[in-house]
Structure formats: C-alpha cells, structure tokens
C-alpha cells in the first residue's frame, strides 16, 4: 500500500471503490487503522470511491514519540488526501476522527464535501476524560491485549455480548492484532483529552450529520445533540440499544450515513 511523507514520519493509506465522489474515513482512539473499516466498506464503495489510512501511532504509520494533537492529525488527513489526488471529500470521522474532521472543515472548508461524525466530541465530559484516564492505566500496567477486552464493555451493550459472542470475539481479536507501540496510543490518547473544538463547532458549513449510541458512555447522546444545536443544519441521529461501537453492532446504520452522502 502506498504511504506519504508527512513531516518527519510516513502515513499508510488505501483506496478502495472504482467510481463516484470521494469518501475519506478517519478512525478513532482505539480503531484508528484502516482495516476498522472493513465493515462499512462494502456499503460505501458501491457508490463512492474511498480513501481510508492508518492514523499516526498505528497500523503501518509511524509512532513517533512526542505529544499528538488532533490538529496535527488533520493535517496528516489533508497530506494523505493531496497524495492521493482528493481535492474535495466527504469525510466520515469516527469518534476522534470526527473531532478531526471538525478541524478539518473549519480550516479548508472547501475541501470538505460533508462531514459525518460517529460517536465523537467536540470536549469530552469530566467522565469521558476519567474513562481516558482509566483505559491509559490498563494499557501502561495489563498490556494491549488485556486491555482489549476491558474497551469491549464500552463498545458493545449486555444484549449484544449475550447474543454474539462470535462478534465480540472477533472484535477483540482484531483489536488486539492491531500493531500499536504503547507510546503511540498514549499520545493519541492525549490528543483527545486536549481535543477543544466547541468554540467553532458554529464554523462548520459542511452538511453535517452526527450519529451515536443510545448508550453510549464514551460521548453521550446529550453531547452530540448539543453539538448537533451549535453547526448549522446539522442533522442528529441517536441509535438505540447501542453503545460505542453501534457501527459494528447495528451494522444497518451505515445506510444513515449512505442516504445522507447522496443527498450532499
């Protein structure tokens, strides 16, 4: 897969999908690869052609070991899609990619096409910072694989546990094969207890779609309603009986985000 040079480190991207407008993908904290994508991709590449990269600090990009911040992974974002040939994109960021994506539509409006955003924030919550917090200290003391399994909870609710093992297993597996330096994940980690975009969230002109879990713990439906109030137009969409995770445990929503791209 080809990568970039961007500063002093190298990102990996891929593209997938043989015509349409161009989709960009920016993973999150604990899926910030482009393999995260997989089960979206047969839905987006139907109709869209799509750019997806492994964030700074995993996958096949460079983990540098000095602090991160989510402006600096915007514009890694930006240099990935030069590279690639993308002026303009729809940009679907999950939880801290679409924090970046915030960024990114504020700085070079014309470049984004419209912005989604799964689970995100614009500042998390004294309890999404203590869950920061909390997830640091598994990795730093139980390790990346043990650590794995204690995220799971956040992302998946009891019913989905209960009903599909097999799903959670694979999730964990994959999440665990991840290739990550502990470093890596400690700076993005911090990158997105900085993260603090709710002063310009009324600078945001892309069309704006926002979606997340009905129980979500991580970035609560009460923050992305409230995000949803501050952009303008914004349209806001809460999954039930669905966590974190709800693109993988309620693998439907995805025609959300596909209608709205249609329409923008």
């Not at 993973?27 to 910030?32: D, H």
């Not at 999950?94 to 960024?103: D, P, R």
């Amino acid at each position: 897969m080809p990568k970039v040079k961007v500063g002093d480190i190298q990102i990996n991207y891929t593209l997938h999908g043989e015509a349409g407008p161009w989709v960009v993908l920016i993973g999150g904290l604990a899926g910030g690869n482009w393999q995260s994508w997989t089960g979206q991709l047969p839905a987006l590449t139907k109709e869209f052609r799509v750019l997806a990269f492994d964030n700074r600090g995993i996958g096949e990009s460079d983990s540098p070991d000095y602090p991160y911040t989510t402006k600096m992974m915007a514009d890694d974002t930006f240099a990935v899609m030069d590279a690639a040939g993308v002026e303009q994109a729809h940009v679907i960021g999950k939880s801290m990619g679409g924090a970046i994506g915030q960024i990114m539509a504020v700085e070079q409006p014309k470049r984004i096409r419209s912005l989604t955003q799964t689970s995100s924030f614009a500042k998390l919550d004294p309890r999404g910072v203590r869950i920061l917090e909390n997830w640091r200290n598994s990795v730093r003391h139980s390790g990346w694989e043990q650590f794995c399994r204690e995220l799971l909870a956040h992302f998946f609710t009891a019913e989905y546990f209960e009903q599909n093992p097999e799903g959670v297993a694979r999730a964990e597996r994959a999440l665990a094969g991840t290739k990550r330096t502990v470093h890596g994940y400690m700076h993005t980690s911090a990158a997105v207890e900085t993260h603090d975009t709710w002063g310009i969230l009324d600078q945001i002109r892309a069309p704006s779609l926002l979606v997340c879990g009905g129980e979500d713990l991580v970035t609560p439906p009460r923050q992305t309603e409230a995000m949803g109030k501050r952009i303008p137009g914004a349209e806001v969409h809460i999954i039930p009986r669905s966590m974190h995770g709800f693109l993988a445990e309620r693998p439907e929503s995805v025609q959300l985000i596909v209608e709205f791209l249609r329409r923008h």
